[in-house]
């Protein structure tokens, strides 16, 4: 196979690269700035030219609070961009994975989480915008495209809430972290693992839409108390507090874990508890990345 990888300079575009490279893969990373993916030329002239068996789509505007103001830019990439690929993977005969987010839903679940073929209804102008890359993809690419959402995603490349926590405890005696607001940290390493997993699966009888976050539930105070932890500084600095101290233009969702049941309808297993991935994920963390805080 020889695999097309958008956005490959974010978090999860680079994992995906370096998880195929590792995997000997031929796989090719194309950033912004080499490939604009809402430009239906430029898509079909990056498929004419690298011939892709199968494209990773990563690239997305992830503005969550911006895009409650500019929805239709937010729109622009991550739902035009996505059909864009599709149509482009149909022309050339190539397969497509497209990630996508927790945000397609309304967060307003209370103790189960929300299995792949739970109705959408975002509640927010990224999460619109998210969904209708969703859709374009299924429109254009039924049989050879998946879906592959995600959520709470931390790693070494770009800002993230664990690299913050990391900042915080080296700069501030106390953090107030929300407590009131539910879901799944997931180490992008795993996600790109299992997008590799997927990608030759899929068009062979596999398409659809897949969840990929690690197992288990944390609020985010909870997960804030486990980098505390497992760094070797105490866990009492970190004090809960509610969403409602953190306004912000986007409301966030107060529960978002998501199921992994069709990981086993092909013959994988459920991804890995949410402690484990950030115990093996911290020291590279913390070896790779440097510290800094930000809001």
Known sequence: MSWLVTGAAGML???????????????????????????????????????????????AYTAVDAAETDEAAATRVNGDGPRQLARACAAHGARLIHVSTDYVFSGDARTTPYPEDHPTGPRTAYGRSKLAGERAVLEELPDASAVVRTAWLYGVHGTNFVRTMIGFEAGRPTVDVVDDQRGQPTWSADVAERIADLGPRVGDGTHGVFHATNSGEATWYELAREVFRLIGADPARVRPTTGAAFPRPAPRPAYSALAHGR?????????????????????????????????
């Open 13 to 59: 575009g680079r994992d995906v690269v370096d998880a195929l490279t590792r995997r000997g893969e031929q796989v090719t990373g194309l950033d912004r700035a080499a490939l604009d993916i809402t430009s239906a030329d430029a898509v079909d002239r990056a498929l004419a030219v690298h011939r892709p068996s199968l494209v990773v789509n990563c690239a």
């Open 263 to 295: 990981w086993q309808d092909i013959g994988l297993p459920e991804p890995r508890d949410w402690r484990s991935a950030l115990h093996e994920a911290l020291p590279r963390i913390r070896k790779e990345s440097p510290l800094r805080e930000t809001p």
